[in-house]
């Protein structure tokens, strides 16, 4: 297997870097209509019909592949003129001889009709499943054959300065291959440089989970429900607020964070990724300013307002930052410690406020935000600018310093070409599980290419569109879900609501609450893709559900440890599902034109239902009494049960198609 591995790679390091070259400084891109089609897991079907689709046309060059033996992505190249477009209309292509050209004699070559047989299972045009490793294996076995054993004794790294022409007068090259671009990452990529840059675009989203956090726990201290003897005559000790008014404090932040979340990719696209978290990083100090200096309520407003523009705008450019960055078989684990550093911020702020809540000591917590802000400010500078994002607007030089600082070597050509072919996609999903893939499957999914087969879905056109709508209701419900399950019930007013029964122990009970919610977040990261989303939607509503009702239950009748364990139950259900998920399944609920319009829409529900969350509570808390708000939360929970389990269909390992049942999964 290492043996055929270093032959297919050799073949890719003759061929395929110097046509990208050629093909993109022609405009010329033949692009496979796979993830369009499919989703993620780019489906046999698909590809093959348009592989034979770009293949009918008199060819020269020749066309990347998808890598052959991590089963199930096996994908075949073929050459082409013209773009696949042409053929693509409509979604699946078909095998069509273009009017008035003659069938190509590869089509009449027995070695070629078994090079197809083996391919894909049978000498007929549309796809069928490869097969895993035997069945790529068996395709190049029939393509060397096909090719005059020309792949025999290539020593990896060769180039000659042309290939030679396959014995068909007029068949290209063809091959199985995997792109020397595509190798497999190591330890070794993942360097000091890479981690540091990571770690300062992260303070962002670390900021984001600790503004969410701070007013927490000292609730009764800020709004004058605790005495206290103030150290600065010239501050107010604390700023009289009622519960609703605290509630409208706490929430304007999620109507800064979507502001921030609807303008930053925007600004992030213009002006590239370092320079908007720069830029972003200013209310991350201003903000804080506001509120720790402030003695109206006007004024600790307008400092969370600022607060949550910043962290609002994080939730997109840190993940986007961190997907260009990473080498690709790490994206997913760089994209997934997103999520971790959230929670890590929350844990930081939970744990100031255990020992900082008292007058004057508030002020600290909302000022020590702003020193991190400062320090990410600093910082920042010594960062370097996404290559991805340099090489997509022409700056190819700095892109290739940028990407070898990142990869502690020089030899990044192949990744840089890669990055100027195709751009950068709008859809470039940070919020999605699977890594950012193979630099083929980038390429294969490129936006930019003069041949692109679909325009991008419009956020309007998403809307309006009725053959959406199932989407559309999916993706809502899904994110109304995530909060008004009452997570942020817990994590903004947590110590408020456990100080009825538990007194003194309410702010440490929260900070083990933050703790347990980071320990399963990340423990549940590496079963999301061995269990299905939908099984672990279901698990974790179930628990947030019954959960939910037994913290109600401890708080009526007070009993402590009924309502302490409930909690922490309550936020390790969330974890292990309503967490992680939703984002996730809203990008693999609908094609990849779509995605951008799908997150456009996620992320305004959800910053929409924070808000409300954030803000009614604390007048529901008022009215139906401390205990009985989570019987609501538990009613919720089966509505939401009951959705899930008739709205929102399995994505694990599915194409879009299959997804919604307009095809049937080949295994």
Not at 384 to 403: I, M, Q
Not at 472 to 477: C, Q
Not at 574 to 592: D, K, N, Q
């Amino acid at each position: 297997m290492p043996d055929n591995n270093n032959r297919l790679a050799s073949l890719v390091q003759l061929l395929f870097i110097r046509r990208v070259e050629r093909r993109q400084a022609g405009k010329l891109h033949v692009l496979l209509d796979g993830k369009v089609a499919s989703g993620p897991w780019m489906p046999r079907a698909g590809l093959v019909d348009a592989a034979i689709g770009a293949g009918r046309d008199e060819a020269d060059d020749v066309v990347l592949v998808e890598d052959l033996d991590l089963g199930g992505r096996s994908v075949v190249a073929w050459p082409g003129q013209r773009a696949a477009a042409e053929a693509a209309k409509g979604g699946s292509l078909r095998d069509q001889t273009r009017p008035g050209r003659q069938q190509p004699m590869r089509d009449r070559d027995p070695d070629w009709q078994e090079l197809k047989r083996r391919s894909y299972g049978r000498t007929g045009t549309s796809g069928a499943d490869v097969g895993g490793p035997a069945g790529w294996l068996g395709a190049l076995q029939a393509a060397e054959r096909w090719m005059g054993g020309w792949m025999d004794g290539i020593d990896e790294g060769s180039r000659p300065s042309s290939p030679p022409r396959s014995r068909s007068p007029s068949g290209p090259i063809i091959a199985l291959i995997q792109t020397a671009a595509d190798r497999r990452a190591t330890m070794k990529d993942i360097t000091p440089f890479l981690l540091f840059n990571i770690l300062i675009i992260s303070l962002g989203s670390l900021l984001f989970g600790y503004h969410i956090a701070e007013l927490n726990a000292p609730e009764d201290v800020i709004s004058c429900r605790k005495n206290g003897v103030s150290l600065d005559l010239s501050l107010r000790p604390c700023i009289p607020m009622s519960p609703q008014t605290y509630g409208f404090v706490t929430s304007i932040f999620s109507v800064g964070g979507l502001g921030g979340a609807i303008t930053a990719g925007s600004v992030a696209d213009k002006y590239g990724r370092k320079r908007a978290a720069l830029f972003y990083s200013a209310g991350f100090i201003i903000g804080p300013i506001f509120m720790a200096f402030a003695s109206d309520v006007t004024t600790l407003s307008i400092g969370r307002l600022i607060s949550g523009l910043s962290a609002g705008s994080s939730v997109v450019i840190a993940p986007l930052y961190i997907h260009n960055v990473a080498p690709a078989e790490f994206a997913g684990l760089f994209g997934a410690s997103t999520q971790v550093i959230v929670n890590f911020g929350i844990i930081v702020a939970q744990l100031l406020g255990l020992f900082l809540s008292n007058i004057p000591f508030w002020r600290l917590i909302l000022a020590i935000g702003g020193f991190i802000g400062l320090a990410q400010a600093i910082l920042l500078p010594f960062c370097v600018e996404s290559p991805k994002w340099l090489a997509s607007v022409g700056k190819t030089g700095l892109a290739r310093r940028s990407l070898a600082k990142l990869r502690g070597r020089n030899d990044v050509d192949d990744e840089i070409t890669v990055y100027s072919a195709i751009g950068v996609d709008d859809d470039d999903d940070p919020f999605s599980h699977e890594d950012e893939g193979t630099v083929s499957q980038r390429l294969l999914d490129s936006p930019t290419a003069e041949a692109t087969i679909h325009k991008k879905v419009t956020l309007y056109e998403f809307l309006t569109d009725p053959a959406r709508r199932r989407q559309l209701t999916a993706i809502v419900g899904i994110m109304l879900a995530q909060q008004f399950m009452g997570i942020n019930a817990i994590i903004m007013y947590g110590v408020g609501i456990l100080k009825v029964i538990i007194p003194s122990g309410a702010t440490l009970i929260n900070v083990c609450v933050s703790l347990l919610n980071l320990l399963v977040t990340a423990g549940a990261a590496r079963y999301i893709d061995q269990v299905g989303r939908k099984s672990l939607l279901l698990a974790s509503i179930a628990g947030m559900g019954v959960f939910s009702a037994l913290l109600g239950i401890g708080i009526i009748f007070k009993i402590q440890v009924l309502s302490g364990v409930a909690t922490l139950l309550f936020v390790a259900s969330f974890a292990i599902g309503l967490g992680p998920l939703p984002f996730m399944i809203a990008s693999e609920l609908v094609e990849h034109d779509a995605v951008g319009a799908a997150q456009s829409i996620g992320l305004t529900t959800n910053w929409l239902a924070t808000f409300a969350v954030a803000a009614g509570f604390p007048t529901l808390r008022e009215v139906v009494g401390d205990g009985e708000v989570f019987f609501i939360f538990a009613a919720l929970g089966i509505v939401f049960f009951w959705f899930v389990l008739q709205a929102i269909p399995e994505t694990k390992g599915r194409t879009v198609d299959e997804v919604w049942g307009h095809t049937r999964r080949v295994d």
